[in-house]
C-alpha cells in the first residue's frame, strides 16, 4: 500500500495566501538542563521554560500588492498542505524580525523574511 506524505504547501498571512518558495520552521521548548553536583557525576533533570518559534520564508515579490513585511506584528500565519486531508499549523502573534531582498539572473526576485512567533496552534 502506498502512503502519501506532506508535500507543497500553502501560506496565509492573515487569510491572504503568499507565494511562498521556502519555509522553514524551527521550534524551541525553552527546557533547560539543570546540572547539579552529586555522587553520579551526571546531571538528574532539567527545567521547564518558555517556547519559541522561528520562522523563515523566502517569497515571489510581485511587482505589485506585496505585503509590508517590515510592518508584520501580531500577525497569524497558517501553513497547511496542499493536498486535501492535512491539517492547518497556525503561528499567532508573529512579528518580523528581519527582511531582506535577493535578485539573480537566473530566477525570480526573492525576498527572505525571519519572523518569530508567541504562539502555535494545530487546528
Same mark, same amino acid.
Given at each position: 500500500m502506498l502512503e502519501e506524505y506532506a508535500?507543497?504547501?500553502?501560506l496565509e498571512?492573515?487569510?491572504?495566501?503568499?507565494e511562498? /518558495?521556502? !519555509? #522553514?520552521?524551527?521550534?524551541?521548548?525553552g527546557r533547560k538542563l539543570v546540572k547539579t553536583?552529586?555522587?553520579?557525576?551526571?546531571?538528574?533533570?532539567?527545567?521547564?521554560g518558555i517556547a519559541e518559534y522561528d520562522l523563515a520564508a523566502t517569497v515571489a /515579490?510581485? !511587482? #505589485?500588492?506585496?505585503l509590508d513585511w517590515d510592518g508584520i506584528e501580531g500577525e497569524k500565519l497558517t501553513v497547511y498542505p496542499l493536498s486535501?486531508?492535512?491539517k492547518r499549523t497556525s503561528y499567532?502573534?508573529?512579528f518580523s524580525t528581519e527582511v531582506g531582498e535577493k535578485y539573480s539572473v537566473d530566477n525570480e526576485a526573492r525576498r527572505d523574511i525571519k519572523l518569530q512567533a508567541l504562539r502555535?496552534?494545530?487546528e
Open positions: 508535500g507543497a504547501i500553502v498571512v492573515n487569510g491572504q495566501e503568499v511562498v /518558495i521556502d !519555509l #522553514s520552521v524551527t521550534g524551541k521548548t553536583m552529586n555522587k553520579t557525576g551526571r546531571a538528574k533533570g532539567f527545567a521547564k /515579490i510581485p !511587482l #505589485s500588492g506585496d486535501p486531508g492535512g499567532l502573534d508573529c502555535k496552534v494545530e
